[in-house]
């Protein structure tokens, strides 16, 4: 579908949503100031929603959330989210390659980041500076994403990017096969880092082998929290809904890791 070139930025968030987003568990909004837009986006997808903006206060309106952070440090709320946009807030940022640095941090697996915002040249009556596309591209060429769709229109640049590199922790006693039992109970974690194909990273001792506390699942993925998915063939009931809520994508199954690996479906 072509995109008009005098369309408004919210409908345009909303036209690349749609083509790149067709579900959603959880979204964040950044630089949400009183949060309609984000309460319209939420009311779409069906889905808690989570918004930041350097003047909100810390609120929630069922599963609506807002937070007082800047965009350099969206990560404080750990956790992932399907999509994550923003609709005329760059120019505003402190610095927005810190908050491109943030932004690895904060998407989910299978994640989405949008971003539109005044392209230069653009006369809005209001004396501030926005930034070329081109200035745009430069910084993600520094950072771990994958631009899939960018643009422009008469006023706006857009920009749809997902993780260029993503990680998967498989649970693992002998480094071939998944581990049998419980996620935690695993003596060690292998890390691989997928792109095109999956490359192994490195070996991680599981600390909390042996442990019994509570709320162990999420002292465990507090080792492995740089990965976005985790395969492992059991998690308990309560520890996958907690790392579910924290966006992160489970894969259960048992076997040769490799084989699960190539033939792993997103």
Known sequence: MKIASD????????????RHVPQCNSLLEVGSGGGDFLRKIAGKYHCPAWGVDPFAYDRSDGNIH????PAEKIDRIERR??????????????????FFGALQNVLAWNGVFILVDWKDGT????????????????WLTNYNFKIIEQGETMENMYFVLELRDKKIAVATADGKTVFP????????????LKRQNFQFLERRKNI??????????????????????????????K???????????????????WLLLQNLED
Do not use: W
């Open 7 to 18: 369309i408004d930025a919210h409908e345009l968030l909303q036209l690349l949503a749609s």
């Open 66 to 69: 807002f937070q007082a952070l």
């Open 81 to 98: 989210f399907e999509l994550v946009y923003s609709v005329h807030s760059l120019h505003h940022f402190d610095s927005p390659q810190k």
């Open 123 to 138: 006369d809005t009556g209001i004396r501030e500076h926005y930034y070329k596309t081109r200035e745009v591209n430069n």
């Open 181 to 192: 039992k419980m996620l935690g109970q695993a003596p060690y974690f292998d890390i691989y």
């Open 208 to 237: 909390y082998q042996d442990t019994m506390q509570h709320l162990k699942t999420l002292d465990v993925y507090g080792d492995i929290d740089d990965c976005q998915a985790i395969l492992a063939a059991r998690i308990g009931k």
């Open 239 to 257: 520890g996958t809904e907690r790392l579910q809520e924290m966006g992160v994508k489970l894969f259960f199954a048992t076997g040769e890791i």
